[in-house]
C-alpha cells in the first residue's frame, strides 16, 4: 500500500524568506504522480505544484519548486520569497490510481 | 477559474440521522470524487465515479454510503445512519480526465458534525 508521509506538522517563516517542507512516501511502483496542494482558510483544496515520478527534471512554478528525489522517495516543496498569503496547510500528496494525501502541514508566514 | 461549489458549508445532524452532501462539479468534468478529513489526521479517499457509476471505492466507504448524480450538475453522498465517527470535512472533487497527472479541483468541503 502507498503511504505519504509529512513530518512536519507546523512550520514557520519570515515574509521574503525561503522554507522547505518535506514529504516522503512509499511505493512498489515506478510510474506515478506527486502533488503539492495548499488549503487556505478558505478550506479549498488549491494545486500547486505536480511532478511526474518519469521526469527527472524538478517540477517548478514561479516560486514554487520541489525536489524530487525518486531513490529516496522524497518530494519536498521550496517556497521561495514567502509572502503572506502563502500562509495555509500544505498537503503532499501521491496518485497511482487515486490521490492519497499526507497528514500537512501548517505553514506560518510572518511578516 | 471553474470551481467546485459544495453546500452546505457546515452540517450538523443527530447519531442514526441521514445526511445529504451536495456537489456541483465543474461542468464539462467527467470523473468525480469525495475524499474526508477527520480533525487532526488525513485526507482520505472515499470513492471515485465516472459515467453514472462507481469506478472505485476505499474501504471506508461501506454500505452506509451512497453517491448518485440525480441530474446533469449535481454529485450527492449520501449517509444512510451516521455515527459519531463519521463526523469529518468533506471534500468533492472533479477531473476531467482520469489519468495519474490530471489535476483533480476541489471544493472548499462540508463539514459534518454527529452529534
Known amino acids: 500500500a502507498q503511504t505519504v508521509t509529512q513530518s512536519q506538522p507546523e512550520m514557520s517563516v519570515q515574509e521574503a524568506e525561503t522554507v522547505t517542507l518535506s514529504c516522503t512516501y512509499d511505493?512498489?511502483?515506478?510510474?506515478?504522480?506527486l502533488f503539492w496542494y495548499k488549503q487556505p482558510p478558505s478550506r479549498q483544496m488549491i494545486l500547486v505544484i505536480r511532478?511526474?515520478?518519469?521526469?527527472?527534471q524538478n517540477a517548478t512554478e514561479n516560486r514554487f519548486s520541489v525536489n524530487f528525489q525518486k531513490a529516496a522517495k522524497s518530494f519536498s516543496l521550496k517556497i521561495s520569497d514567502s509572502q503572506l498569503g502563502d500562509t495555509a496547510m500544505y498537503f503532499c500528496?501521491?496518485?497511482?490510481?487515486?490521490?492519497?494525501f499526507g497528514k500537512g502541514t501548517k505553514l506560518s508566514v510572518k511578516p | 477559474e471553474p470551481e467546485v461549489t459544495q453546500t452546505p458549508s457546515h452540517q450538523v445532524t443527530q447519531m442514526g440521522q441521514e445526511v445529504i452532501l451536495r456537489c456541483v462539479p465543474i461542468?464539462?468534468?467527467?470523473?468525480f470524487y469525495w475524499y474526508r478529513q477527520i480533525l487532526g489526521q488525513k485526507v482520505e479517499f472515499l470513492v471515485s465515479?465516472?459515467?453514472?457509476?462507481?469506478?472505485?471505492k476505499s474501504e471506508i466507504f461501506d454500505d452506509q454510503f451512497s453517491v448518485e448524480r440525480p441530474d446533469g450538475s449535481n454529485f450527492t453522498l449520501k449517509i444512510r445512519s451516521t455515527k459519531l465517527e463519521d463526523s469529518a470535512m468533506y471534500f468533492c472533487?472533479?477531473?476531467?480526465?482520469?489519468?495519474?497527472?490530471?489535476?483533480?479541483?476541489f471544493g472548499s468541503g462540508t463539514q459534518l458534525s454527529v452529534l
Open positions: 511532478q511526474e515520478a518519469y521526469k527527472q
Open positions: 472533487a472533479s477531473s476531467s480526465f482520469s489519468q495519474k497527472n490530471e489535476k483533480l479541483f
Open positions: 511505493t512498489s511502483e515506478s510510474n506515478y504522480y
Open positions: 465515479f465516472y459515467n453514472n457509476e462507481i469506478s472505485e
Open positions: 461542468s464539462n468534468h467527467l470523473y
Open positions: 500528496a501521491f496518485r497511482f490510481r487515486n490521490l492519497i
